[in-house]
């Protein structure tokens, strides 16, 4: 049964990709659900992000000792002063690495 299911969401996700992606179909997506779509990917990361960020042990943590948070913010500004991914991904990471070991490790 769980062999069945991999190879049937395997066809799913492969079947909706084939279909948007492959040149000579004629299914083409109206602007506006091309719009809505491109909301996706930020609401989904944020889905993926926040419970990281705001939570410990199933309780909200916005105290100042919270070092997601901070290397979060810091990511968030880093983020939208440079425009550069990789600068953002090592910069915050390292201060996260350092607040949680050196300062409240």
């Keep these: 049964m769980i062999i069945l299911s991999i190879l049937a969401m395997t066809c799913l996700?492969?079947?909706s990709r084939y279909l948007f992606l492959e040149p000579r179909?004629?299914?083409?997506?109206?602007?506006?659900?091309?719009?809505l779509l491109s909301y996706s990917s930020?609401?989904?990361?944020?889905?993926?992000?926040?419970?990281?960020?705001?939570?410990h042990d199933?309780?909200?943590n916005t105290s100042?000792?919270?070092?997601?948070?901070?290397?979060?913010?810091?990511?968030?500004?880093?983020?939208?002063?440079?425009?550069?991914?990789?600068?953002?991904?090592?910069?915050?990471?390292?201060v996260f690495l350092v607040l949680n070991l050196v300062v409240w490790g």
């Design 64 to 94: 100042v000792s919270n070092p997601y948070l901070w290397a979060a913010v810091l990511a968030g500004i880093i983020a939208w002063k440079t425009n550069n991914v990789l600068l953002t991904t090592v910069v915050s990471m390292a």
């Design 42 to 55: 930020p609401a989904v990361l944020t889905a993926i992000w926040a419970p990281i960020v705001f939570t």
């Design 25 to 35: 179909l004629p299914l083409r997506l109206s602007p506006g659900v091309q719009k």
């Design 58 to 60: 199933s309780q909200l």
């Design 13 to 15: 996700v492969f079947l």
